[in-house]
């Protein structure tokens, strides 16, 4: 085995975690891609006899990629038209890190990226280090250069802002958000407004991201009665040859609906007591195309 070959061997058995710690940081699967791509490059040239751990190395390597990202992010998502939502991932085929333990999962769903919105680049790297991987304070100060008393003060913070932004909301089984996520499934694909009033909760609210490219509501709509005759309205226009089907992302079960070939909108759902509380739908184009290189569409006619 050359060292070149040994060398990209051992970047990509980090790759799913590096692209994972990318993606939280940053809600962007594209833009983790290019972080992990720039962090090979670096590792390609850097000198590998001074690598003790290359895990470690590499994940300060990402993160302090992300940092310089996310200040000219921030400032971007200000003039955002609408809503801004993280791209959607697909958590069941290995491109991120295993998420068997629930603390991982909650980790990269989409109702915690964006509270993860709300806190400073560095507090959502600790939030991020601390809380998806279980990095020591000590860990985490030598990889953003802070002492470790400061690391502790950045993550109360940040967990703080994070609880006082989204209380925890009472998540059912497994088994029975799936089952409540196929029902408005089948109900928006059979244009069934009762049984969609069922699924929801009397307080919910649907959140759009189509990003200017595509018609989406331009801010938050609040409560069933508006929720349902905004979907009253929706539907029809999208009925002939859209397919609707389930899929997991960000570790949860999702809404995917496809016109023919093309991903038209992803919806995630946050549940509390029993009901939908939250919609989180992302219609942006640029936002699909990398959800959509991973799902196989539905093939044969229209809600099949």
């Known amino acids: 085995m050359g060292v070149a070959t040994g060398s990209a061997e ?10 994972g710690l990318a993606y939280r940081m940053l809600g962007s699967a594209a833009e983790a891609e290019d972080v992990v791509q720039d962090a090979y490059l670096r590792w390609s040239r850097a000198d590998r006899d001074r690598v003790d751990r290359p895990g470690a190395w590499l994940a300060k390597v990402v993160t302090n990629l992300c940092l310089n990202r996310l200040a000219s ?8 038209p609408g809503p801004w939502l993280p791209e959607p991932v697909v958590t069941a085929d290995g491109v991120l890190d295993p998420l068997e333990a629930a603390e991982r999962r909650d980790t990269v769903s989409t109702a915690l990226l964006v509270l993860l919105e709300r806190l400073t680049p560095t507090e959502r790297a600790v ?21 470790e008393a400061n690391s502790r003060q950045l993550h109360r913070r940040a967990a703080a802002r994070v609880a006082a932004a989204e209380p925890r909301f009472s998540e059912p089984d497994g088994r029975r958000h799936r089952e409540l996520v196929e029902s408005f499934v089948a109900a ?7 049984s969609l009033e069922r699924t929801l909760a009397a307080d919910v609210v649907w959140i759009s991201d189509g990003g200017g490219a595509v018609p989406a509501a331009r801010r938050p709509v609040e409560g ?11 539907l029809p226009r999208y009925a002939d040859g859209l397919s609707l089907a389930c899929a997991e992302l960000n570790g949860a079960p999702a809404l995917v609906a496809w016109s023919g070939p093309a991903l038209l909108t992803v919806a995630s759902f ?16 640029d936002k699909l195309a990398f959800v959509a290189r991973r799902l196989s569409h539905p093939r044969g006619p229209a809600g099949s």
């Open 73 to 80: 992010a921030r400032a971007r998502r200000e003039e955002y």
């Open 10 to 19: 051992e970047f990509e058995s980090h790759r799913p975690r590096l692209f």
């Open 270 to 285: 946050v549940v509390r007591d029993g009901a939908v509380a939250v919609v989180h739908n992302v219609a942006a184009p």
């Open 188 to 194: 928006a694909r059979d244009g069934d407004l009762a």
């Open 127 to 147: 939030y991020v280090l601390r809380e998806a991987f279980a990095y020591s304070h000590r860990e985490i100060a030598g990889v953003l250069g802070v002492g």
């Open 224 to 234: 069933r009665g508006r929720v349902l005759r905004f979907l009253a309205g929706l």
